[in-house]
């Protein structure tokens, strides 16, 4: 018997209206109507950057890579302005539930970032499509679409940290040189690494409470079937405050990720950057931040310096206000499609001519796949689920693979189990600019994640042949397996060592700095910001030392 279920809970079956009935808006969107109204423009502030302003350093993005830099040149006396396309969510009004952020059901104007239609990662549910029409805002998550591809990054005073699951991994020693060969591993794994984790405030689940709270049932759900098929399970480090998530559980504090949110942003529990390397970096008095502002161009000024030219947002897209303004140095920490399509353009475009031919290349998706399996009913996972996953099944070495055991928090028993892998997939893409459109370009090609796909069936083929269970076919379309059409983990495009110097220097313009995951050459083996605030830290102590 598979998990389409014919008995549950005494009933004679779960019909699919039922269970759509159950499941908020994202497994039921496609039958609410109701729309929310965004909040009003933000105006301008003290701390938005005055057009014609001069600053020592700018930095553009405020994600893992310009925090660290942000903290780090600020403990060495260096002034520092910060330039955030997405909202200040610490300081966003509250949605009509009276929370800044919405649970990953409920998506509203708040969830995506310039989109009039939702685009959930799991488009489907039961043969039904689940995404909405919404009102055009400056949401918390992107989905930028490509040839091929739609990649999920975070909008917002935080990056990536706003909507990821915060699984703070740090790569097997001996995939290393696989990540970024020209890195001195020992350094890293002595030094950047420990403080990398130590800055972001990682930390491991409680087992005890692990093996008695009803929101990880999913995860020993997950650990069984790996196990009874061979393969070895792990708890997984995360940056969730995982006291404050057991206090979750007894009542005592606002629920957070065991109160469905996390894609959309996390209330309470998540220690964000935002949290950690960025409110030490404010509290040192010499960074400051202007959020809902885009650099769309950085170019050299005679005596030294770089003009850089910044467009001011309302949380409707329209342009507030076009500044320009002079910085000492510049760093590039927009992500690795930010940076890479902003370097790309310039280039291409005559700004920089001096960059070298590596920019734009070396791109990769970190081998993310998604798979749902369906379980008997005798093995359930859970109507209630922490979106925070905190295991993984490792196949890495034999079968090219790390799988996520990740939460499909519902509200509704799914009999499902639902998974994020990591794979070795070899396929590398590049940005060029299409001077028809005034575009970026990426050449991934969809048909390239077939080898992710081969990877991680090492992993589910198996289970399933043990289980006696079979894939979901309704989460990502219409009879289809595999979620192939996106990646949380972008890595690459500025590729360190050679769009760069072996410390993110670009080469042709002193004084020009790329600082985050656009160094990583394409996969990390585990999920990447661990790396790539690691990274981050060693160029950083080795600019300083030199450069300032």
Known sequence: MHSTPKRANGSDGISRRRLLAGTGSIFGAAVLSAQATPALARPM???????????PVLVIGTGYGGAVAALRLAKAGINVHMVEMGQD????????????????????????????????????????????????????????????ISVYQGRGVGGGSLVNGGMAVTPKRQNFASVLPSVNAEEMYATYYPRANSGLGVGLINPDWFERTSYYQYSRVGRKHAQRSGFAWTFVPDVYDWAYMEAEDNGSVPKSALGQEILYGNNYGKRTVAKTYLAEAKATGKVTISA??????????????????????????????????????????????????LLVKLKATGVLPLLNSEVGKGWGENGNVMVGRANHLWD???????????????????????????????GIETFASFYLSITKNPRRA??????????????????????????????????????GTIYRTDLFGSNKVWGDHLTYHPLGGAVLNK????????????GLYVIDGALIPGNTSVNPFVTITALAERNIEKIIATDM
Not at 104 to 128: C, E, H, Q
Not at 303 to 312: E, K
Not at 390 to 410: K, Y
Not at 442 to 462: E, G, H, V
């Open 499 to 510: 769009a760069t110097d072996n410390y993110g220097r670009l080469h042709g313009y002193p």
């Open 430 to 467: 590049e940005f060029t600019y299409n001077a028809g459109t005034g575009k970026v370009d990426l050449s991934w090609d969809r048909a390239w994640k077939q080898d992710s796909i081969n990877m991680a069936k090492t992993i589910f083929d198996k289970i399933n042949s043990k289980e």
């Open 89 to 148: 969510w610490a300081t966003a009004p509250a949605g009509p539930d009276g929370k800044i952020h919405p649970k990953v059901t409920s998506p509203d104007y708040r969830s995506f970032w310039m989109r009039t239609r939702t685009k959930a990662p799991i488009s489907n549910f039961l043969g039904f499509p689940i995404d909405k029409d919404v009102p055009k805002f400056a949401g918390i998550l992107d989905a930028e679409d490509f040839a091929g």
């Open 380 to 410: 359930p996972t859970g109507d209630v689920q922490s979106t925070i996953p905190c295991s993984g099944i490792d196949n890495w070495d034999a079968g090219g693979a790390f799988a996520e055991v990740a939460p499909l928090p519902t």
């Open 292 to 341: 809902l502002h885009e650099v769309t161009s950085v170019s050299p000024v005679t005596g030294g310096g770089y003009a850089v030219s910044v467009r001011q947002l309302s949380t409707d897209g329209s342009t507030v206000a076009n500044k320009t303004v002079k910085a000492g140095k510049v760093f590039f920490a927009a992500g690795s499609v930010g940076t890479s399509k």
């Open 45 to 55: 502030t003290a701390a938005d950057i005055p057009d014609g302003a001069q600053v």
